[in-house]
């Protein structure tokens, strides 16, 4: 069974432009997270989907991020216009329900120059 | 949810066990503790989880005293491969959601 995917794997931009990440969970997975760790910093939660609702947006830092998740399947977050202290990794996870173990992906480096 | 205290870095050498202690003294009754790992350029990864007494599983074992004020995370006999960062986790299950809030973490170094 293939394992939480995030693409890319890598991303580097400029001030001012937009990125979208990509993470597809574990098939049948309702539960999708982001996380993310910016440089020197602990990780820290974004955000929680169950199926396509966000079921707990708190973590998100502002209104420069968007995460949607059409279908319950993929989810994407946007990040738009980029700032330099956007900079980190970016996890995304899953679990099939919300008390379960959760999943993560390898992470997105993003990088905002 | 519970801030937990744990070491920021341990060293060992291979064949060893090793031992990290996570304390949480403000854990709440319906908290668990779940320990994660992660290598570099990788996601976390879920080692073990419990409540409270012992768990254990093919990989570690989680001791967990009565109080539930500090848990323990055994690597029985590490290998090189084991170099990682570990996260100590405390949170509870209620709500419908599962927020985790990862600290510094402790990164152990096996060495040769």
């Known amino acids: 069974e293939a394992g939480v995917t995030q693409f890319p794997s890598h991303s580097v931009i400029e001030k001012g432009q937009t990125v979208t990440l990509r993470c597809d969970p574990i098939s049948g997975h309702d539960n999708l997270y982001w996380y993310r760790r910016v440089m020197g910093k602990e990780i820290k939660f974004l955000l929680h989907?169950?199926?396509?609702?966000?079921?707990?947006e708190s973590g998100m830092p502002n209104n420069r991020f968007l995460a949607e998740r059409t279908g319950g399947t993929y989810s994407t977050l946007k990040v738009q216009p980029a700032e330099l202290e956007d900079s980190g990794v970016y996890f995304c996870a899953s679990s099939q329900v919300p008390q379960e173990t959760q999943y993560f992906g390898p992470g997105t480096r993003l990088l905002v120059l | 949810l519970a801030k937990t205290t744990q070491p920021i870095s341990m060293d060992s050498y291979e064949g060893q066990e090793v031992n990290i202690t996570c304390s949480h003294n403000?854990?709440?009754?319906?908290?668990?503790i779940t320990w994660y790992q992660q290598f570099p350029s990788q996601g976390p990864r879920f080692i073990i989880q419990?409540?409270?007494t012992k768990v254990t599983n093919e990989v570690a074992s989680l001791f967990i005293p009565a109080d539930r004020k500090s848990s323990t995370l055994s690597l029985p006999r590490v290998s090189l491969s084991d170099t990682a960062v570990y996260y100590c986790l405390v949170g509870g299950f209620s709500g419908g959601y599962n927020k985790l809030i990862f600290g510094a973490g402790t990164r152990l170094a096996v060495h040769p």
């Open positions: 403000n854990i709440a009754t319906n908290d668990y």
């Open positions: 419990g409540y409270k």
């Open positions: 989907f169950v199926k396509e609702s966000k079921q707990d």
